[in-house]
DNA sequence: TAGATTGTTAATCGATTAACAATC
DNA sequence: TAGATTGTTAATCGATTAACAATC
């Protein structure tokens, strides 16, 4: 399991198909060829078999895979076995929904906080059951709570910034959603999702 | 101008040097080398350079770009130099979210309504100023306003029906945030967002 | 054993980068 | 003209796919 080296556009589609593994488990299926989870994740085969084999040898020849042997074995490889927190910086709206969305709960994942410059102000429209908390807050608490991930929804002006803060915490990885180039030592790892370029991508595809 | 052929990425990383060329027209910058620019944007100046001829030639050599009017070309490719209409569908938690998002609009977007099996109850609670619809009205709505665009919202168990009814009303492209590998005719571009995806694929590389 | 299906190599394809001639 | 910097070709790199031997 050479960690380097392993495309991450296969890491990626590693947890595509853990989704449809989990579905499949869920639906009682046992065993599963690569032609049929491939089909089920939207990707060639040989793709899937390619991209598995980059961690290790998982299927039997000639019979498959066992479905819950190898959701196991890919929840194990993206460290989602126990529940990890996270912290969140910035609540504004996009900041609020992202804390309240069921869907990181469902993929092992726990928002501990929310931090902002303006926390008691936020704290009391607040539609969510986790705390506000100051940014001066951030680096006690993500040590406390050994939180290496976090998702950054400040403005763009205060992003830079912000992230600074998140690796001084101690933070490994930062999902990025402000439309700025984040100038990070590389031993981090930054996600960009930018939903204004998505549609622009969408605008311009979709004529 | 070749639509087919071009990169997706090169697609992709148009976005972001139009909305570096933005910022460096706001500072009041008239020319711009593709080192600076590429800098700015994150990549190297050859694939600056690069990117920017699958769609015409904008350079003067020796000189540079003029930041006014690479920004207007880049604006016209993607076509977001007039206001794009959009709908939602799916008013839940992160729905509502980007329905409130200011950040389409700076990027030329207009979410012009939101669509909901359970309309009514929504529209008691929403934070926002577009209406909520029933999804009975939406393909009159989108013919009625040429909307091409959407943003899809709703639960996983939902996603493809919706998504066929989408398609049905005339939208062409389609940014899902459901862990659903929608099945549409291939006239229809999808742009999959995936937050659980995002946060796995985190924890995998934050280690 | 025969049929099925994986694991893996080799071939293909596409995207990124280096290099440099064109030209302002 | 000399210096700068683009546009573009060719080389490199990496990722996807096809093919098939291994093996259940």
Redesign the pocket.
């Known amino acids: 399991m050479k960690t380097s080296?392993?495309?991450?556009?296969?890491v990626y589609?590693l947890s595509l198909y853990r989704h449809c593994l989990q579905q499949f488990h869920e639906g009682g299926i046992q065993t599963?060829?690569?032609?049929?989870?491939a089909e089920a994740a939207g990707?060639?085969?040989?793709?899937l078999?390619?991209?598995?084999?980059y961690f290790?040898?998982?299927?039997?020849?000639?019979?498959?895979?066992n479905v819950e042997e190898l959701l196991r074995a890919a929840t194990e490889v993206l460290g989602t076995n126990r529940l990890q927190p996270v912290v969140l910086v910035g609540v504004g709206n996009l900041g609020s929904a992202l804390m309240a969305y069921q869907g990181f709960a469902r993929a092992g994942f726990q928002i501990l906080a929310g931090f902002d410059v303006e926390w008691q102000e936020r704290q009391k429209h607040r539609q969510f059951t986790q705390l506000i908390l100051s940014l001066d807050e951030l680096a006690t608490f993500c040590r406390k709570n050994k939180v290496k991930l976090s998702i950054l929804t400040v403005p763009a002006s205060a992003a830079q910034e912000a992230a600074e803060q998140l690796v001084k915490a101690g933070i490994r990885a930062i999902l990025n959603f402000t439309p700025t180039v984040l100038r990070l030592p590389k031993s981090v790892t930054v996600n960009n999702v930018n939903l204004a370029i998505e549609l622009e991508n969408l605008s311009y595809f979709g004529r």
Chains 1, 2 share one sequence.
């Open positions: 080296s392993i495309p991450r556009n296969a589609r599963i060829s690569s032609d049929a989870l990707v060639k085969p040989t793709q078999r390619k991209d598995l084999n290790g040898q998982f299927g039997t020849r000639g019979r498959g895979y």
